[in-house]
T-cell receptor, first 114, second 116 residues
Framework: DQQVKQNSPSLSVQEGRISILNCDYT??????FLWYKKYPAEGPTFLIS?????DKNEDGRFTVFLNKSAKHLSLHIVPSQPGDSAVYFC?????????????FGKGTLLTVNP | DAMVIQNPRYQVTQFGKPVTLSCSQT?????MYWYQQKSSQAPKLLFH???????NEADTPDNFQSRRPNTSFCFLDIRSPGLGDAAMYLC???????????????FGPGTRLTVL
């Protein structure tokens, strides 16, 4: 039972264009959403996050949008650069107190072509 | 540089032979996590420590155990590895659980376990 779904295993875009990575979730109790980026042979690194009380968060070239009614979030990268080529994981937080946990999606491999 | 270190990066063991994976951190974070990631799958949380308090996920097999002897180190013990336990094992840390920012997780590079 996948609570966080990334339905596109891969995405290929041209340098300079927009990359849009999508994520859907099923658990209404998720209160915080994060995107992680993973290069080969490295662990995932935190990229950007959004609270469930917001609908947009922006950090430089990266913007995350949250549509709570649709249980959908997306990561926009503008403009895309070859160095952005990596696997992107969507994650959602649940729990409370000393027992928060993240539930991850399977990831989307982004390839940015020069 | 402050970081999360996992040793070894690659581990080969035999079916049924106990194996221990190691994680250390120089971030002085309170929370340490172990994830299992199989090929093309999402990282799956096995358990985590909040300081010395151990929190096991309900669906983590008994075959998987963990120890945290001090703030810096955390170990994953697989008592009798089966072929299905072959995976990437990721260790992560977070400063705390007190809300956004404090619970951002920092990952190590992972240990790839092969079971023969």
């Amino acid at each position: 039972d996948q609570q966080v779904k990334q339905n596109s295993p891969s995405l290929s875009v041209q340098e300079g264009r927009i990359s849009i990575l999508n994520c859907d979730y099923t658990n209404s109790m998720f209160d915080y959403f994060l995107w992680y980026k993973k290069y080969p042979a490295e662990g995932p690194t935190f990229l950007i996050s959004i609270s469930s009380i917001k609908d947009k968060n922006e950090d430089g070239r990266f913007t995350v949008f949250l549509n709570k009614s649709a249980k959908h979030l997306s990561l926009h990268i503008v403009p895309s650069q070859p160095g952005d080529s990596a696997v992107y994981f969507c994650a959602a937080r649940s729990g409370g107190g000393s027992n928060y946990k993240l539930t991850f999606g399977k990831g989307t491999l982004l390839t940015v072509n020069p | 540089d402050a970081m999360v270190i996992q040793n070894p990066r690659y581990q080969v063991t035999q079916f049924g032979k106990p194996v221990t994976l190691s994680c250390s951190q120089t971030l002085n974070h309170n929370v340490m996590y172990w994830y299992q990631q199989k090929s093309s799958q999402a990282p799956k949380l096995l358990f985590h420590y909040y300081d010395k308090d151990f929190n096991n996920e309900a669906d983590t097999p008994d075959n998987f155990q963990s120890r945290r002897p001090n703030t810096s180190f955390c170990f994953l013990d697989i008592r009798s590895p089966g072929l299905g336990d072959a995976a990437m094992y990721l260790c992560a840390t977070s400063r705390d659980h007190q809300g956004p920012g404090t619970d951002t997780q920092y990952f190590g590079p992972g240990t790839r376990l092969t079971v023969l």
